[in-house]
């Protein structure tokens, strides 16, 4: 009998996470999600698969905590998306977007390379590196100009992986992944505010919803699509870099449009513009080009932007008709 491949997910917990353990679980591997130790576990995303699946205690900010769940497990392949992962709020706190997304990253590749150097290591990279952007569509090949703290902090974590790659040998990929959503998503995000917001004044428990910069442009595509891409990565015989995008860019007036459209409402009527939810310095036009993910991966988006928008929507809907007093983005 075949022994099943082991992986380690780091970040398990997110919205990530939670869609790549159930597609592991789905392709017979054993799944061991690292989790950080808190008094108050925020398990949710992956509460349905807490019984096929082993969480242990580590942190991105620990190394010897990496290395001894590393060497406990001995995994196959490792999966780091663990990270400071909402943009506005690595102005708030840079050093520690920066000690978890570039510092974080060197722990883990240097846990890898310590333990066993045949474990191949996927690193969540991010298209808010590209920031105020050389070109459009961005490709693997153009010039990074991050616009925040947690773009910058990713430009690191992405090139470390990199000096590893060609340093130590290691079978170490980057994804630039465009944004991925998914009714998983935390309410914080631009897509979930909408789409619960949207659920909301549907349903008569509010009235109006703030929004920051309308006209700013990103390539939406739906997250269990983009897990999907990562674990492709991992499944080659050399290592490399890609952008996983869905090759169309929409505005967040598209978004507002679309979600209110979906649940018969005018959005005109109910959004309000707040300058105060607008970025210091904002990233205006992410597109990116996924042809080397569609040639060499084979991989290819399942759902388009309205389809997401809907979805997401729906799935709003359904929480706060089903539990209408929950104030929580669970789905």
Not at 17 to 26: K, N, R
Not at 119 to 127: C, D, F, K
Not at 201 to 216: E, F
Not at 323 to 328: F, I, K, L, N
Request: glycine share 8%; charged share 25%.
């Amino acid at each position: 009998m075949a022994v099943s491949k082991r992986a380690i997910i780091t970040g398990i917990t997110g919205q990530d996470g939670s869609y790549l353990a159930e597609l592991l679980l789905e392709k017979g591997y054993e799944v061991v999600g690292v989790v950080r130790r808190s008094s108050a576990p925020n398990t949710w995303r992956i509460a349905h698969l807490v019984d096929r699946i082993t969480l242990r205690p580590a942190d991105l900010l620990d190394q010897l905590s990496l290395i001894r769940v590393i060497e406990d497990v001995r995994p196959h392949e490792l999966y780091n998306l663990a990270a400071m992962s909402f943009v506005p709020a690595s102005w708030d706190q840079p050093m520690l977007t920066g000690e978890f997304n570039a510092q974080g990253v060197t722990r883990v590749l240097e846990a890898v390379r310590a333990v066993d150097t045949s474990i191949r290591v996927y690193q969540a990279s991010s298209s808010e590196m590209f920031g105020k952007v050389r070109e459009v569509p961005q490709t693997e090949l153009t010039p990074f100009h991050p616009r925040s703290p947690y773009g910058v902090s990713k430009v690191f974590g992405h090139y470390i992986t990199v000096n590893y790659r060609e340093s130590y040998d290691l079978f170490a990929c980057s994804g630039i992944l465009f944004n991925h959503e998914s009714p998983r998503r935390g309410l914080e995000f631009v897509t979930r505010k909408v789409t619960d917001g949207v659920a909301r004044i549907k349903l008569g428990l509010t009235d109006s919803l703030s929004l920051g910069n309308l006209d700013a442009h990103r390539d939406w595509g739906f997250a269990a699509d983009y897990v999907r891409a990562m674990w492709l990565m991992l499944q080659q015989d050399a290592p490399d870099d890609y952008v996983v995008a869905t090759g169309v860019s929409h505005a967040v007036r598209d978004l507002v449009e679309t979600a209110f459209g979906h649940a018969g409402l005018d959005w005109r009527k109910h959004v309000r513009q707040d300058p105060a939810l607008i970025r210091p310095a904002e990233v205006d036009h992410l597109i990116g080009d996924p042809s080397k993910a569609r040639t060499k991966l084979g991989w290819a988006p399942t759902v388009d932007f309205g389809g997401l928008v809907r979805m997401m929507v729906d799935a709003d809907l359904e929480r706060l008709t089903s539990q209408p007093s929950r104030a929580s983005g669970r789905p």
